[in-house]
């Protein structure tokens, strides 16, 4: 039996497309409610400009508002310097930085181009590791891109290969529009995996085409263990037209435990949890 880790991305990237604006209180509650479950690793927020993004202005609130548990790591995405000395002031136990392995996503997401990206990203490397606090790379676009299409599997190797290199512990691989297919993430990581590891690498899917538990089968056959996930399958992106909502991390759960593999995520403890996700977001359970 393999131990997978459940990483939970629902107060931030579940909650970051919402059109009504969530009370901070109910974000709080959704993070204490999560570090209830058993989940180690939770991604509480983002601190970007509140203008792109306006159902994160209140970061610096909610970060400094969670009751932390004992053994969980709380996580903030932080786009440049800025954002990870809010991050750092606001006591995050680790952060993020993301980039695309599409042109167009990049300056459309970033407004910029992946190698400006990725130059952006170094200030913050550095002040992390300074400052002794552990830096994930995320790479949107892994398969698609709603702008230039099809996205070679090569790019994405070179994106995820630069971050590992500037000191990022892992690269979460994302399929920002769900159209990912097992076919096409089985060449994917036939090309990550022997050079990178599979130990440094993460999934994240969303289930746009339903496809998302598929892909996650392939990548546990290539050696991945921690897995993106999302409570009520919230979430979405504002710069990916038609992207729906990540994998719901019940259905992985659920995955995981017919598969044999060891989460210890309480299933009783996640469903209420889903539950105050569905009512904040005003979603039917």
């Known amino acids: 039996m393999a131990r997978v880790t459940l990483f939970e991305v629902g107060p931030r990237d579940g909650l970051q497309n919402e059109a009504r604006l969530v009370p901070a209180a109910d974000k709080i509650r959704l993070v204490d409610l999560l570090s209830a479950t058993g989940l180690r690793r939770?991604?509480?927020?983002?601190?970007?400009?509140?203008?792109?993004?306006?159902?994160?202005?209140d970061a610096?609130?909610?970060?400094?508002g969670?009751?932390?548990?004992?053994?969980?790591?709380?996580a903030a995405l932080t786009p440049n310097l800025q954002g990870f000395t809010a991050a750092r002031?606001?006591?995050?136990?680790?952060?993020?930085?993301?980039?695309?392995?599409?042109?167009g996503f990049s300056r459309k997401n970033?407004?910029?181009?992946?190698?400006?990206?990725?130059?952006?990203?170094?200030?913050?490397?550095?002040?992390?590791?300074?400052a002794g606090v552990p830096v994930r790379g995320y790479v949107s676009c892994i398969t698609e891109c709603p702008y230039d299409g099809p996205v070679a599997p090569?790019?994405?190797?070179?994106?995820?290969?630069?971050?590992?290199?500037?000191?990022?512990?892992?690269?979460?691989?994302?399929?920002?529009?769900?159209?990912?297919?097992?076919?096409?993430v089985e060449r994917l990581l036939a090309l990550l995996v022997p050079e990178l590891g599979a130990a440094r690498l993460a999934g994240h899917f969303h289930d746009t085409q339903a496809w998302a538990l598929?892909?996650?089968?392939?990548?546990?056959d290539h050696g991945l263990r921690v897995f993106d996930s999302s409570v009520g399958g919230m979430g979405g992106c504002p710069y990916a037209?038609?992207?729906?909502?990540?994998?719901?991390?019940?259905?992985?759960?659920?995955?995981?435990?017919?598969?044999?593999?060891?989460?210890?995520?309480?299933?009783?403890?996640?469903?209420?949890a889903a539950r105050h996700a569905a009512a904040i977001t005003g979603r039917d359970r």
């Open 42 to 57: 939770i991604e509480v927020t983002s601190f970007v400009s509140p203008h792109w993004v306006p159902q994160m202005a």
């Open 60 to 64: 610096a609130e909610v970060l400094g």
């Open 66 to 74: 969670i009751a932390r548990a004992p053994g969980v790591s709380y």
């Open 89 to 103: 002031a606001a006591r995050a136990d680790e952060v993020a930085v993301f980039a695309s392995a599409s042109e």
């Open 110 to 130: 970033l407004n910029c181009s992946i190698a400006e990206s990725l130059e952006r990203f170094a200030p913050v490397l550095a002040a992390a590791q300074a």
């Open 154 to 184: 090569e790019v994405v190797l070179t994106v995820a290969r630069d971050l590992l290199a500037m000191g990022c512990y892992e690269v979460s691989l994302g399929d920002t529009l769900g159209h990912a297919t097992p076919a096409g």
């Open 214 to 220: 598929d892909n996650i089968a392939v990548a546990l």
């Open 241 to 272: 037209p038609g992207a729906k909502g990540n994998v719901a991390t019940e259905a992985v759960l659920t995955l995981m435990e017919r598969l044999g593999h060891e989460t210890g995520v309480d299933p009783a403890a996640l469903e209420k």
